[in-house]
């Protein structure tokens, strides 16, 4: 019997200790997988395989005090792409748009890490659409880009509406389901979790800096309402009327508050939040007609 109880005993230990394991990789994975990011090694890889030629560049941002990295076929041409991506994410969301043959050959196709993600201060979150914005104009700047196009998803729809009341080197913007109206930001209960202290070190860092701008954006997006009048360039929005993250009556706020001169807005029908990768071929389309 003592030789079965002690057996049973360390069963039950190995148990333990199997259970507790498995905890700690569940803890950990996401922390390493769900980073959003790629690094400069992953990025040259990536972009030597589809033998497409590709500069990576870190700029100081005096609006964030920090370096800003940037991803992009070059700095030469006379016009310029620059895409701003969503929350979570990282430049990395659009490298497929720099190997496309129809954009690089008219244009400087350009992508960067926004100020909290991918390497540019990760984890240390701006929340300030006006901030986020300074960015952009310094990019152009910092390059000396003209006749830019700015295209901006989600989150970085919000930027690239903005942007273009700070630099006049910018031509035409377009939105892909930007976060528009601060009536109609959605929350969702595990976001919590991003906030609370007890549980933010659970959270990997991208998620957690996500949760800083969401919790943020309805009170930015309220400085900013009488703002969008002011936008004197042509102004094209993408929105999906079955998006679940950005609702579609974001679309109507952005008609109503756009000078009608510059916005024009298009509805997807059946299309959902992720147009960028859904239909690449009709963003390319509007890219292009914008640039022309």
């Known amino acids: ?173 377009l939105l892909i389901a930007p976060a528009l109206d601060p009536d109609l930001e959605k929350y969702y209960w595990a976001g919590n979790f991003t906030q609370w202290q007890i549980t933010r070190w659970l959270i990997p860092t991208s998620w957690n800096v996500s949760g800083d701008e969401k919790y943020s954006h309805a009170e930015a997006l309220i400085k900013h309402v009488n703002d969008w009048q002011l936008v004197s360039v042509p102004v094209l929005m993408l929105q999906g009327d079955q998006d679940m993250l950005v609702p579609f009556e974001n679309l109507e706020f952005a008609e109503s508050h756009f000078n009608p001169e510059y916005f024009t807005g298009k509805t997807l029908k059946g299309e959902n939040h992720f147009t960028p990768w859904t239909k690449e071929k009709l963003v390319i389309e509007n890219i292009l007609t914008l640039m022309n």
């Not at 700047?141 to 006049?168: C, D, E, F, M, R």
Request: net charge positive; hydrophobic share 40%.
């Open 1 to 173: 019997m003592k030789a079965k109880g002690a057996s049973n005993k360390a069963f039950y230990k190995r148990k333990r200790y199997i259970f507790l394991f498995l905890l700690l990789i569940a803890l950990v994975l996401p922390h390493i997988f769900m980073t959003f990011r790629s690094s400069d090694r992953e990025t040259r890889a990536y972009f030597k395989e589809l033998h497409t030629d590709i500069k990576i560049d870190y700029f100081k941002s005096k609006a964030t005090d920090r370096d800003i990295r940037v991803v992009a076929t070059g700095f030469d041409k006379d016009q310029s792409v620059i895409f701003i991506h969503g929350s979570p994410g990282s430049g990395n969301a659009f490298y497929r748009y720099l190997n496309n043959d129809s954009l690089h050959q008219k244009a400087n196709i350009i992508t960067y890490d926004r100020p909290g993600y991918g390497y540019s201060g990760f984890g240390d979150a701006v929340t300030e659409i006006t901030t986020q914005s300074e960015v952009v104009a310094e990019l152009i700047a910092q390059y000396n880009l003209t006749n830019v196009v700015l295209v901006g998803h989600s989150y970085g729809g919000t930027i690239a509406a903005y942007a273009p009341l700070l630099s006049k080197n910018i031509k035409a913007t």
